[in-house]
Each structure stands twice: as structure tokens, then as C-alpha cells.
């Protein structure tokens, strides 16, 4: 979904090409060691309630983990079977 | 069944897995490791994608030479049967060449007495679903051996697209282990070729244009069993940062910066997989490897340096802790993905001192060359004189200095920025030559548009959100979409370039450089070519049944020196031919780029062996031949 040039952003990104370089984001301005990053002027410091806000939904984003963990543990079945049986069983269903 | 996870869980799975680690340790042997560093001294083996730990491709071998190698002729060829790309190279060790291939990643031992024989292959059932949650093409990029200790026998080590990494018996082909590194229901596949140091098998992980949270994993050869785990974004806990992180160059960042450079939770979907080439100096126990690009492209969601994706580590082996890692791209702008090879050499720096260093040709355009014990930056150039993102990395801060007008950003679309996504340089297992003190690198000329767009996660759906137009770099034709490739020789130290040559695609699968004073590399078009590795000078090519993305390699066997070579199209500058795409944004945007090749390569993978006078096996007429029964 492409987001609508408003008039508002059309003047954001006016100043984003005519800005003198001092003003656009070079990545050298430091306000820690390590953190540099700086919002491009006309665009906001944080997404979150912003025309950019993508909304995460934290049941999506907790998947990834539940997943990793769960292989986890099934590997480790899977390994602590072989180690007293010299067996590979990848089915852990069938792992006593 | 699924359970809920908590910070403080996997804060204690982490603390676990560490304590684990650590008993490993010590009561290791280091006995596979030495083994493995003799093996990787012959000539009769390559044991791994980089011939050694050092990565450098490099052999000593000089049979095959400048003086000679228009004598070189086909020895031998192995189909695979497969049609999608093939990358990577084949292993050699023991009379044996172990050959692998693209989904549904099938792998072959074949005799070196007589390789029209399969001496066992292995061919795994995968979920087809696989297949739509591959980044680009089905392409797999090698095996991993690991020598075996009289009660364990010898593994080759492969992953599957499907995230299983598998060990297999070398003599017999049959499963060992088989675990779960990745899960395609969240996006997570394995393309990468596996990683032995000592007894551990090293693994990454694919999928951060699905928001995939990139981790790198050990686990033990033996047993099977998980042994650490790291990732590349999140709690300082879990990306195996510890009090000594960057304690030489406080200035890349410390503690706290893999949430804290993110905004709320978005570093859980950021991305930082890493499915390229390790490297591993067995004097400091560092191996090094780069996470690779932040999750989604599209910049404007993810507000923060985004770290530590686009990150080249250096991290102990027994525990995965991170001694060092330098962020090359901050809060990425273009998919720069920091996967790619590292190579190991020693050097004299600029002041005569002698240093362990570590090369690394970026995406960005740059190619780095740190100091491998604590992570300094030793130096940082241009890997061609069009790139534009970045007027200059500062070598005293670490930091690039970017050029504004080739950023991108919601509601604008960028224009002429240089390299493309695909980078300068991608996967390519690039070479060295100690005696030279030169790098070969396989480069990419391509340069792109770019529009982001918004999009929401959505676990195991494409996370990309940017609309790209690729097309050749200011050095090439435009107009008829060739000259998309360079072969350049690079020294780290004077940061010069020996000499350099213009190719009509992408230079995309790597070098091999030998003391016969040649550099060996294949061409998306279809050639294997020779140049005189002093001058650039073309010496020799010979066409190949289909175009090629993996690396040449090097092994002599009863006495006879052989150049061998993978072939078959694909990868990410083929994905128009294979899938037959013709929107040019498509395959995220390498459809434009590449809409010529189709009329030089069509599909087919398999395994291509040059030797001088095509000298091989079945010179004796005899060998191969079936005798009757017995």
C-alpha cells in the first residue's frame, strides 16, 4: 500500500531535496557511541502514532519466538535420546 | 505445542546454553580441528567452500600455469539433475568429491577413480512449501566436513531450504542428526553452507526479507545437541554481548544497542540473517561472519541505527560471545546486506606492522579490511569509483559519510543510487594471493531506483516494502542492459587496484587464485575463464552448459591437478530466467537488470572438471567399464 503524497509532506520533502547538506542526515552525528541515526528532516523521531506507524500487532511479532523456542526443545529431545541410545529419532512423538 | 516466551526465559535459555558452552570447552579435544587444518594442507583436499580457515581460495598448486592453461580441457562433468541455480563449490576430501545442489538439496559422493559412479547420494523429502518463502531462486550454497574421531565417523554437514541442517555419514550417505534450525511458517529457510570448527557445526539463518531475526547457531557434530546461540538483534543477552564487547573501539557502540537502537519491539522482525561465509583464525578461536540486512527495507519504519544488523563479527567459537562487531551500515537504506565472504590474511599495515587482518568486500560498495584480534579498522574503499550513498568511511570513527541525496525515505523515489540492492559485490567467494598480496574480487555493476511503500508484518509473509528498477552502473551499456559485472585485483594496504576488467554481467559466484599465477572465475553467461592473476590478462575460457553463480576450486588427484566448477543459473540475477518473470521490479528488482541473460544461459546445473589435455580417469579405457558377473 503506497502512501498518499499529502501537502504537508510535499513540503517535507521539498526541504529534504533543497536542505543544505548540514541539515540532511550524513550518519556522522553521533549522540552516542554507536547511535548516530538521526529522523530526515520532515519525517518523525518515533513511527509509532505517525502517518508511518506500521502497527505491529505483538501477537505476529512474538511467532518468530514461540517457533525457536519450541525447536528448541524438541531438539533437545531429539539429542538427549541419541546420547542414551546412539538412536536418531526425529519424530519426537516417538521418543519415549 | 507452542509456548508463550519471556525475556527472562530466554535470558536463562541464553545463560543455560552459555554455561553449556563453557563445560564444552573444556573437555573438548582439540584433536577434529588439527585434523581438519591437516586435511585442509594437501592438495588432494578441499575441505571447505574457502579451501581452509583462512578462506582465501587460494592454492599453491602450479601444475596448471600461466605458460599452460590454454591446454586446459574437460576432464569429466556430473549433472545433478537440478534445474535452479546452483552456488557455492564442491568439497574434495579422500578420493571422494561431495557435490551439492539447489532445493530439494540432494547431495552426491562421487569417486574421483571414477566419477561416472555415484558412490551414494542423499536426497531429502522437504515440505514444497519451502519453496515460496526462498528469498531468491532454490539455491543452496555448500557442505561442511568434519573429519571424524574413531568413535563418530567422519559428517558431511548440509543445511535444507526448509531450515533442517543435517549431518551425514561421509562414507555411507545416511542421516546422523537432523535438527530444526528455522521454521518457514515464520519465514526462516537455510541456504547457507554449513561451518566446522573444532567439534561444533556453525549455522546462520535465512529469511530477513520476511523479517526473520537472524541468529547463528553451534551445535555439537556428535551429539546433534545445540551447544550456543546468538542473534543479531535484541537483548544484549541473546546477541552474546558480554563486558568486553568492542573494548578496543568503544566508539562502534557497547551495551544495550540491539534494543535500544530500535524502536519498541521492531527489532524482534529485524532481520540481520546471515547466509554467507564464515572464516576462523584457530589462534585467537575468532571466527568472523557479517549479519546482514535490517527488516523491512522500507527505512521509515524502523526508526534507529537498527542494531547490530550489517554487523562483521568477530566471536569466540566455544560460546559465541562477541569479541568485537563494527556496524558497516547503519540503519541500512538500500538492502547493503552484510553476508558476505571474509578472508583471512596477514599483513604489514601502512606503518610496517605486521597484522592479522581480515578483508571483506561489502554490498555497500566498500571493501573493509579490519584487524581481526580486536576489530580496527585498518582500511575502507571504494569498491568502484561510482558508488555515491557514501562519500567516504571515516576510519578513525567507523562511521560512512553519507550523501543525503541518495538516501530514501517514504513518498520519494530514489534515483540513480549506486551500488543497486544487489550491491558491488554479493555472495561471491572472492580469493587472495598471499605471494601477491591481492585480492580478486568478483564485483556487481548495477545501480538502482527505489520507491519504499508501507506494509505490515505478518510471520512468514513477505516484510519488504520497496518497489526497485536495477539497471547497469555508469560504466555499462544502458541501452542493452550489459555491462553489469568487473573482475578487479585489490590490495587492503595501498588500497589500489592492480587492474580491473569490465564484464558483460555480473561477476556474481567468486575467484579461485592459484601460485600458477591464475585467477579462476565463472560468468552468469556461462564461461569458466582464466586470467594471468599479475595483469588481468584473459588466458582462457570455455563455455559451460549453463551460466554460473558458484566459485571454482582446485584439487590434484594421483598426481594430476583439476580445476572444478559449478554450474547452473540462477540465484538472484537469475530469478527472471528460472521463474520466467518479466516485470522488471520483480525479483526485487534483478527482472530489469537482467532481462539479457536468457539470451546467452538457460537452466542446468551440475559439476564441470578441467584438467591439462582433458587428462583423466578414464584415459585407461578400462576404468568404469562393467566386467560381467563375477
Known amino acids: 500500500m503506497k502512501t498518499m503524497l499529502t501537502g504537508l509532506m510535499a513540503a517535507a520533502a521539498l526541504v529534504v531535496t533543497s536542505a543544505p547538506a548540514a541539515l540532511a542526515y550524513d550518519g556522522t552525528k553521533c549522540k552516542a557511541p554507536g547511535v548516530c541515526w538521526e529522523a530526515k528532516p520532515g519525517y518523525p523521531e518515533k513511527v509509532a502514532g505517525s502517518k508511518y506507524d506500521p502497527k505491529h500487532d505483538p501477537k505476529e511479532l512474538q511467532k518468530q519466538g514461540d517457533s525457536m523456542k519450541s525447536a528448541e526443545e524438541r531438539n533437545k529431545k531429539r539429542a538427549e535420546h541419541f546420547k542414551k541410545t546412539g538412536k536418531w529419532v526425529y519424530d519426537v512423538s516417538k521418543i519415549q | ?630
Open chain 2, 1 to 630: 505445542m507452542k509456548q508463550r516466551i519471556t525475556t527472562s526465559m530466554l535470558a536463562s535459555a541464553s545463560c543455560m546454553a552459555v554455561a553449556a558452552a563453557l563445560q564444552f570447552a573444556i573437555t573438548a579435544p582439540a584433536s577434529a580441528n588439527q585434523k581438519l587444518v591437516e586435511l585442509s594442507k594437501s592438495n588432494e583436499n578441499w575441505i571447505m567452500p574457502g579451501r581452509d580457515y583462512s578462506s582465501q581460495n587460494y592454492s599453491p598448486m602450479t601444475q596448471i600455469n600461466v605458460e599452460n592453461v590454454k591446454k586446459l580441457r574437460t576432464a569429466w562433468s556430473f549433472s545433478t539433475g537440478l534445474l535452479h541455480g546452483h552456488e557455492g563449490t564442491p568439497l574434495v576430501v579422500d578420493g571422494l568429491m561431495y557435490v551439492h545442489t539447489s532445493f530439494p538439496n540432494n547431495t552426491f559422493a562421487l569417486d574421483l577413480n571414477d566419477p561416472g559412479h555415484i558412490i551414494w547420494q542423499h536426497k531429502p523429502k522437504q515440505d514444497p512449501a519451502a519453496r515460496s518463502v526462498a528469498c531468491c531462486d532454490l539455491v543452496n550454497r555448500g557442505l561442511a566436513y568434519w573429519p571424524g574421531d574413531g568413535k563418530t565417523p567422519a559428517l558431511i554437514i548440509k543445511t535444507q531450504l526448509d531450515g533442517h541442517l543435517v549431518a551425514l555419514n561421509a562414507k555411507t550417505g545416511e542421516e546422523f542428526w537432523k535438527v530444526e534450525n528455522g521454521d518457514i511458517k515464520v519465514g526462516q529457510t537455510l541456504t547457507q553452507a554449513p561451518y566446522v570448527i573444532k567439534d561444533l557445526a556453525l549455522v546462520g539463518s535465512s529469511g530477513a526479507e520476511l523479517g526473520v531475526r537472524g541468529h547463528t547457531t553451534a551445535y555439537n557434530v556428535k551429539t546433534g545437541e545445540q551447544v550456543w546461540r546468538v542473534y543479531a538483534t535484541g537483548p544484549d543477552s541473546e546477541v552474546g554481548i558480554g563486558d568486553d564487547f568492542n573494548k578496543a573501539n568503544p566508539h562502534y557502540g557497547q551495551k544495550g544497542l540491539g534494543t535500544g537502537t530500535w524502536e519498541g519491539d521492531a527489532w524482534k522482525i529485524g532481520g540481520g540473517t546471515n547466509w554467507g561465509w564464515y572464516a576462523y583464525d584457530p589462534e585467537t578461536n575468532l571466527f568472523h561472519y557479517g549479519s546482514g540486512n535490517p527488516a523491512p527495507w522500507n527505512e521509515t519504519m524502523r526508526p534507529g541505527d537498527n542494531k547490530w544488523t550489517m554487523t562483521i563479527w568477530g566471536r569466540d567459537a566455544d560460546t559465541g560471545q562477541a569479541k568485537f562487531g563494527y556496524q558497516k551500515t547503519p540503519h541500512d537504506e538500500w538492502d547493503y546486506a552484510g553476508v558476505n565472504v571474509m578472508i583471512l590474511s596477514e599483513q604489514k599495515d601502512k606503518a610496517g606492522k605486521m597484522r592479522k587482518l581480515l578483508t571483506h568486500p561489502d554490498r555497500n560498495g566498500i571493501v573493509y579490511t579490519l584487524d581481526r584480534e580486536n576489530g580496527d579498522l585498518v582500511s575502507a574503499n571504494k569498491l568502484d569509483d561510482t558508488v555515491n550513498w557514501v562519500k567516504q568511511v571515516d576510519l578513525k570513527s567507523g562511521l560512512p559519510v553519507r550523501d543525503p541525496e541518495y538516501s530514501t525515505y517514504m513518498d520519494h523515489k530514489g534515483k540513480e543510487i549506486c551500488p543497486s540492492a544487489m550491491g558491488y559485490h554479493n555472495q561471491g567467494h572472492d580469493s587472495y594471493d598471499p605471494t601477491k598480496e591481492l585480492f580478486y574480487l568478483g564485483i556487481n555493476h548495477i545501480c538502482m531506483d527505489w520507491e519504499p511503500f508501507m506494509l505490515p508484518y505478518r510471520a512468514g509473509q513477505f516484510f519488504v516494502g520497496a518497489t526497485l528498477w536495477m539497471y547497469p552502473g555508469p560504466k555499462g551499456d544502458r541501452q542493452n542492459y550489459l555491462g553489469l559485472g568487473q573482475i578487479k585485483a585489490y590490495n587492503a594496504i595501498s588500497g589500489e587496484y592492480k587492474w580491473e576488467k569490465m564484464e558483460r554481467f555480473s561477476v556474481w559466484g567468486g575467484t579461485l587464485a592459484t601460485a600458477g599465477n591464475l585467477v579462476f572465475y565463472g560468468t552468469l553467461d556461462g564461461f569458466i575463464k582464466a586470467r594471468n592473476s599479475d595483469t588481468g590478462e584473459l588466458l582462457w575460457k570455455h563455455k559451460l552448459p549453463s551460466g554460473v553463480i558458484g566459485h571454482p576450486m582446485t584439487f590434484e588427484h594421483k598426481g594430476t591437478q583439476y580445476v572444478a566448477i559449478m554450474y547452473g543459473v540462477g540465484g538472484w540475477p537469475g530469478v527472471g530466467l528460472v521463474f520466467d518473470l518479466q516485470d522488471p521490479t520483480a525479483g526485487l528488482g534483478a527482472v530489469g537488470a537482467f532481462k539479457n541473460l536468457q539470451n546467452y544461459t538457460q537452466m542446468g546445473g551440475g559439476v564441470q572438471v578441467f584438467s591439462l589435455d582433458g587428462k583423466n580417469p578414464y584415459d585407461d579405457v578400462n576404468v568404469g567399464e562393467w566386467t560381467g558377473k563375477s
